[in-house]
């Protein structure tokens, strides 16, 4: 009788340590399976009122939230559509986290889903994971301090803030987006195109829902950044949204930003960005205006076709219009040479944009080659590298008489439009643009062969 008793209270002691359950714990339950069953009948109103805004991504605007859901959480719906939920658990801890997020006063409910149907989770959401392989799943409930009479909400992670949002934050307070897609655009050419290869555009409308402008969202340097352009195809703004900058630096980094404004598709290509001398945004500026190009692209795309774009940016849309004025920067090459442009009057010069990378500096060192089959000297083939000279000595050995220039701190190739390794401009005796390619139309033998024959035939 002993041991029987001594057993009871070891197992009561093993599942009070796993379980604690209370008039509270009992309640917060309730909550969790009310949120799921709610999600599954697309109910988003009330779905938004059992949510706690920590995990919301629209944040405390339920307009948003209620208006977007039917689009981007319709998997979800599908996911727990027929399900039914029970509570095996509830364990109350004074401090708590999820996904890295401090909460306290929390309860952990460990509920169980059953479906009709074999479910699929989703892997942006977490929970439904847990569900597909286990059956079961925990989820927290906690006060919410947005709530004006802090009541209890479920913890219930979305998704990432959705491209909407980004755009939503971005607009003025008398304008409106559009809750899903106008158009989702993908590049023709997703082998030599840069990053982004698909975008989704966004309307934008006033308070009259009078169609303004579209919006698409970039993730430049790691934020998510919306882009906004008019029914002429001009930029009007480019604002980071998420996560915010520091405002120390983006009071820096807004001079490059807003440089952008007013530019088309027909500019983007001959526009240099300014570089501060605060810190070195030269990688900024340079992955910012290949970002922007890229969507002015997929935007002339949509509204006039490819074979369009072909037509009007046959060497690509950041390739410098024939004809364009350079200005020459000041260059010393490693030998010690002051590179002026006295030197190079009357010449055709080639500038290649070269860094340590193994590719870049084999395919650079091909076009010198393939210039000179045409009897163009090598003096006149100038090389303009981002890394240190130590980096280059397999490099420097492939190049002869052709100068090589360091440019640690990418004022040289600023200055002559080059962003991306390897790239390559030609200009004219009166430094005037015979053609220029980038690291894509670079190692794309059409182009490459259209761009000798513009260069030996002008």
């Known amino acids: 009788m002993m041991k029987r008793i001594t057993f009871l209270l070891v197992l009561v002691i093993i599942v009070s340590s796993f379980t604690f359950v209370s008039c509270g714990g009992n309640e917060d339950g309730k909550l969790v399976v009310e949120l799921l069953t709610e999600i599954s009948h697309g109910n988003w109103e009330t779905v938004f ?222 526009f240099i960005p300014p570089e501060p001398k605060e810190f070195n945004f030269g990688p900024t500026a340079a992955e910012l205006k290949e970002k922007v190009a890229q969507a002015l692209k997929l935007n002339f795309i949509k509204n006039n076709g490819y074979g369009a774009y072909k037509e009007k940016f046959p060497f690509g849309i950041l390739s410098l219009t024939k004809g364009t004025q350079i200005y020459w920067p000041e260059m010393v090459s490693t030998m010690g040479t002051n590179l002026t442009k006295e030197m190079f009057n009357g010449h055709k010069v080639v500038f290649i944009y070269v860094s340590s990378c193994g590719s870049c500096m084999n395919r650079a060192a091909e076009v010198r080659d393939e210039l000179m089959k045409n009897d163009f000297p090598e003096e006149d083939i100038i090389f303009v590298s981002k890394s240190k000279e130590d980096k280059l000595k397999g490099f420097t050995g492939r190049i002869g008489k052709s100068p090589l220039v360091i440019d640690l701190a990418l004022e040289v190739v600023s200055a002559l439009g080059l962003y991306s390794t390897p790239s390559m401009i030609a200009v004219d005796g009166n430094q005037e643009v015979i053609v220029s390619l980038d690291s894509k139309e670079i190692r794309d033998i059409t182009s490459f062969n259209r761009a000798l024959t513009l260069i030996f035939y002008r």
């Open 49 to 270: 009122d059992l949510s706690h805004q920590s995990m919301v991504f629209t944040g405390p605007d339920k307009d948003t939230f209620v208006t977007q859901m039917p689009y981007y959480g319709e998997e979800l719906m599908e996911f727990f559509k027929g399900a039914e939920f029970k509570v095996t658990g509830v364990i109350h801890e004074d401090l708590w986290s999820s996904e890295g997020i401090p909460y306290s006063d929390v309860s952990r409910v460990s509920v169980t889903m059953s479906a009709p149907t074999e479910r699929k989770g989703l892997d942006e959401i977490p929970v439904t994971k847990e569900f597909e392989e286990t059956g079961t799943a925990e989820i927290i409930v906690t006060p919410d301090p947005t709530d004006e009479n802090k009541a209890r909400k479920v913890v219930f992670y979305y998704g990432d803030i959705t491209d909407a949002c980004i755009v939503q934050y971005s607009i003025a307070e008398n304008e409106y987006s559009s809750p899903i897609p106008n158009a989702t655009v993908s590049d023709p050419e997703p082998g030599v195109s840069a990053e982004p290869k698909t975008l989704e555009f966004f309307d934008v409308f006033d308070e009259d829902y009078q169609k303004k402008y579209i919006a698409c969202v970039l993730e430049i340097q790691n934020r998510r950044s919306s882009l906004r352009i008019d029914n002429d195809g001009r930029i009007i703004g480019i604002d980071p949204i998420h996560p915010q900058p520091d405002p120390a630096r983006w009071q820096i980094e807004q001079k490059i930003w807003s440089s952008f404004v007013g530019l088309s598709a027909d500019e983007i290509a001959g």
